[in-house]
């Protein structure tokens, strides 16, 4: 494949993310501080954003199986992954935080384990669509916004 026809996947890649997982205004600033001197910046930040995912849903299993459930704790690990979440303009996380978060104002724990399980699924599939685009983008050696 030409490099012209890597370069318009990238954009049909990167806009794809956009319709479906990513709040645009907020990865286009992300990829706005990418320069000369961090041209993977986004990348950087998308892989410290799943190495601190992985802390706390840890964090958030251990709390889910204690007894009692301490729903305020749970709550304030989601606010922070929701956060994170944000961060990186993960838009359909960001909701199901919000679904989890809502069912542990209610102290409702059947209704966080089926959230958080909708939390992770959004997250996985975000990092497989992130991880292609990367891909794809190194393919095409586009370092920049296109």
Same mark, same amino acid.
């Given at each position: 494949?030409?490099?012209n026809?890597l370069?318009?996947? !990238?954009?049909?890649k *990167?806009?794809?993310? @956009?319709?479906? #997982?990513?709040?645009?205004?907020? @990865?286009?600033?992300?990829?706005?501080?990418?320069d000369d001197?961090n041209?993977? #910046?986004?990348?950087?930040? !998308?892989?410290?954003?799943?190495?601190d995912?992985?802390?706390? @849903?840890?964090?958030?299993?251990?709390?889910?199986?204690? *007894?009692?459930?301490?729903?305020g704790?749970?709550?304030?690990?989601?606010?922070? #992954?929701?956060g994170?979440?944000?961060?990186?303009?993960?838009?359909? !996380?960001?909701?199901? $935080?919000s679904q989890?978060?809502?069912? $542990?104002? +209610?102290?409702?724990a059947?209704? $966080?384990?089926? +959230?958080?399980?909708?939390?992770?699924?959004?997250h996985h599939?975000?990092?497989?669509?992130l991880?292609?685009?990367?891909q794809? %983008?190194?393919?095409?050696?586009? !370092? *920049? %916004? #296109?």
């Amino acid at each position: 494949m030409d490099r012209n026809q890597l370069q318009r996947q !990238v954009a049909l890649k *990167r806009s794809s993310l @956009f319709e479906q #997982f990513l709040d645009s205004q907020q @990865f286009v600033q992300l990829e706005d501080l990418e320069d000369d001197a961090n041209p993977n #910046f986004v990348e950087e930040i !998308v892989t410290l954003f799943y190495k601190d995912s992985s802390r706390l @849903f840890q964090k958030i299993e251990q709390t889910m199986q204690s *007894r009692p459930i301490d729903f305020g704790k749970l709550d304030d690990y989601m606010h922070q #992954f929701k956060g994170s979440s944000s961060s990186i303009g993960a838009i359909k !996380v960001k909701n199901e $935080c919000s679904q989890f978060k809502e069912f $542990c104002l +209610a102290g409702n724990a059947e209704g $966080c384990f089926w +959230a958080y399980q909708r939390v992770k699924q959004e997250h996985h599939t975000l990092r497989i669509q992130l991880e292609s685009y990367f891909q794809l %983008r190194k393919q095409a050696g586009l !370092v *920049r %916004r #296109f």
